[in-house]
């Protein structure tokens, strides 16, 4: 299970929303406190504790979340070059059946294009929901017999007939890595850690309010803002199937193209 983002809202208010709502949940807190617990009001050296309490723990958190993040960069990266190894294997598959000259090899070469076509059109959209198409599952079992049942005349045609057959198996596996990576996104374990430990940041920023200067209301809040952008920009690129910035299909329309200039 992992934590899912609201599909209608853009990725830029998203962002916008995580600060707002840290912020908002510290002056809550800290009304909270000021109202029915006055006599917890700390003294001079608490409060300077707690600033280092604090800067201390945004700090972890960071640290950890900054970590995270060159790892979904990583991960995404590698998702987009499996859609390029993909699209590669499309186009070989066109020139392996092309190269068997045959009436039946030509007939699959229609089937390759209408699931390199659902692969955009149908199953594409999926992947933000972390699963494959049926339409595209289809697509694929027809190509897939109609390369098996290719005659074979020749050695040549029996050799070629052995790599149509490889060929296929790869661009099986390949969709099913693909649907298997929109689903690789980190568990609501960590997140729910992770936000636990926000909250208990948010809950000793507060405490920290109790004669709250300028300089310190801003320092934490600045605090506050930078780290819930940080989660939330996370958040964002752990689901590399979704968003703005989310995996393309680009490659593989690209290599239907090709196919047809060829």
């Not at 030509?106 to 059109?121: E, G, K």
């Not at 609501?188 to 405490?207: P, R």
Request: charged share 15%; hydrophobic share 50%.
């Amino acid at each position: 299970m992992v934590f899912d983002l609201p599909t209608w809202l853009p990725d830029w208010l998203f962002i916008l929303s995580y600060p707002l709502a840290a912020l908002i949940l510290l002056w809550i807190t800290h009304q909270a406190f000021q109202k029915f617990a006055p006599h917890w009001k700390l003294e001079d050296r608490d409060e300077n504790m707690a600033a280092g309490g604090i800067a201390s723990a945004v700090a972890i958190s960071g640290i950890v979340l900054a970590f995270v993040l060159a790892q979904t960069t990583q991960a995404s990266d590698t998702y987009q070059a499996d859609v390029s190894t993909e699209a590669a294997q499309i186009r070989a598959l066109n020139k392996q059946l092309s190269a068997f000259k045959s009436d039946e090899a030509n007939a699959c070469r229609p089937l390759l294009v209408a699931y390199a076509q659902s692969i955009i059109t149908d199953e594409w959209p999926m992947l933000a929901q972390q699963t494959g198409s049926t339409e595209t599952s289809r697509a694929l079992t027809a190509l897939d017999k109609c390369v098996v049942a290719l005659p074979s005349k020749d050695d040549r045609q029996v050799a070629l007939y052995v790599q149509l057959l490889n060929s296929t198996d790869k661009l099986a596996q390949t969709r099913e890595v693909r649907i298997i990576n929109s689903s690789a996104s980190l568990s609501s374990l960590f997140w729910g850690v992770m936000h636990i430990g926000l909250l208990l940041i948010v809950i000793v920023t507060a405490m920290a309010f109790y004669t709250p200067g300028p300089i310190r209301v801003i320092n934490c809040s600045i605090q506050i803002i930078s780290l819930s952008l940080l989660y939330a920009l996370v958040l964002i690129l752990d689901h590399p199937f979704s968003g703005a910035n989310a995996v393309v299909s680009t490659p593989i329309a690209d290599a239907i193209s090709h196919i047809a200039l060829n």
